[in-house]
């Protein structure tokens, strides 16, 4: 079946830092892609999101390009800010179907 | 603000008991998801309900059904609570216009928190 991975949290970064956050999927066809984002208390937003290979979802400085043949999707942002610390979600929808599939979450800690 | 509200924010009960878990979807929406969200299994896909139909189902255990009413609105429903049920449990809608597409957007609201004693 479809499978999401992330790279393993908790992951701490100083205020301006270059963020990476890897994602690879497994799924057959041509899924959906999409980064989702929780804060303490909240429930999850939609970052960004990319529905065909090569395009580019973007949103608040942050970007991720779904490529298909490393199958990944990988979160970055040049310059992180301390109220970007919040978990964040890789996720897919595959072909035909809309039930989102998730990876295991990474929290982001940014300090001043 | 999603616009997906849901009821209660929190719940304590005790094992054996039966609960019912309340979403609001966004005004128009014909969609809604469950997804159960909890330390161990992380996030999982629970069931969707399309416009009062029964449209997906992922790992939802019997003691757990859901329905969508005419008003669109949806309820989860547990019962034979265990421990192992405590989790946050998030709804989610999409799809305003037509059928939905596996790229279209999911809302999620602020979740309720389940804690089983």
């Known amino acids: 079946g479809n499978s999401v991975t992330q790279m393993e949290g908790p992951v701490t970064l100083s205020e301006e830092a270059f963020l990476t956050i890897n994602c690879t999927y497994t799924?057959?066809?041509?899924?959906?892609l999409f980064w989702y984002v929780q804060y303490p208390g909240e429930g999850l937003q939609l970052l960004l999101k990319?529905?065909?290979?090569?395009d580019k979802g973007s949103n608040k400085g942050f970007e991720a390009t779904y490529r298909k043949e490393t199958t990944s999707f990988h979160l970055e942002k040049g310059s992180v800010q301390v109220s970007d610390s919040a978990v964040y979600f890789c996720?897919?929808?595959?072909?035909?179907?809309?039930?989102?599939?998730f990876g295991q979450g990474t929290r982001l800690t940014i300090n001043p | 603000d999603s616009g997906v509200t849901q009821t209660p924010k929190h719940l304590i009960t005790a094992t054996g008991q039966r609960v019912t878990l309340r979403c609001s979807p966004r005004?128009?929406?014909?969609?809604v998801y469950w997804y159960q969200q909890s330390l161990d299994q992380g996030l999982q896909f629970l069931i969707q309900?399309?416009?009062?139909?029964?449209?997906a189902k992922g790992n939802i255990l019997e003691r757990f059904s859901a329905q969508q009413f005419p008003d669109l609105h949806s309820e989860l429903n547990l019962s034979s609570l265990e421990l192992g049920d405590s989790a946050l449990y998030f709804c989610?809608?999409?799809?305003?216009?037509?059928?939905?597409?596996?790229?279209?957007?999911?809302?999620f609201g602020p979740g309720t928190r389940l804690t089983v004693l």
């Open positions: 799924a057959t066809g041509y899924p959906s």
């Open positions: 309900y399309y416009n009062g139909e029964e449209r």
């Open positions: 990319a529905t065909k290979a090569d």
């Open positions: 996720a897919l929808s595959g072909q035909g179907a809309q039930k989102l599939v």
């Open positions: 989610a809608s999409s799809a305003r216009r037509g059928l939905a597409g596996a790229g279209d957007t999911q809302y």
């Open positions: 005004s128009g929406d014909l969609s």
